[in-house]
């Protein structure tokens, strides 16, 4: 689960402040906080839950900004957007299927990177949940390292630039190797 905060404008302070001291708050709730790129990672009764502090811009709707912990910089989005860009894919199926794969073979891929990575790989397909599913991972084997996949809120924030070389490589040697299996039950399950 995806839990976004967003704060009020007023909050003041560094957004690195921010992230930093909900982490705090967390761990001395007896939580076990994990630092990642714009979240906060932890378990709650077996649960996985990404806790994403942002600030809310003044007079802008829904854009805010997200503390990058990687970089120790701030990017700019709109996660409505996304929410809807995801919602109106027509692509929820595939999705949940491929955010069950990465978490089952420890993969680091961003929840709107994945999102965005399984709409454009199913772009224009009609195919069922199963054939779409190896597409997915098809496109995750042999573009996932070269496609620059763009924050659709804010064509300055590449998201694909989240995860280094290695960690792309390591996506798509894992798609690769999904797609040799032949037992569902080796790939998902």
Known sequence: ??????????????????????????????????????????????????????????????????????????????VHNHIQIVRDSGRIDE????????????????????????IRALRGERSGLAANFWKVLDWLSSQIQAAAIVDPANEGNTISDDLNSNEKAAIATRAAWSLRQSNWGQIIW
């Not at 979240?39 to 996985?48: A, D, F, K, P, Q």
């Open 95 to 118: 999705i949940r299927a491929v955010k069950i794969w990465r978490r089952l073979h420890g993969l680091e891929l961003p929840s709107i990177y994945l999102e965005l990575a399984v």
């Open 1 to 78: 689960m995806d839990l976004f905060v967003s704060l009020k404008p007023s909050m003041g302070g560094p957004l690195r402040d921010l992230y930093n001291n909900l982490y705090t708050v967390l761990a001395n709730r007896g939580f076990r906080p994990k630092r990642q790129n714009v979240s906060i990672g932890l378990t709650v009764r077996g649960l996985s839950v990404d806790v994403v502090p942002a600030r809310r811009h003044a007079g802008s709707g829904q854009d805010h900004s997200l503390y990058r912990n990687r970089t120790g910089t701030w990017t700019k989005t709109n």
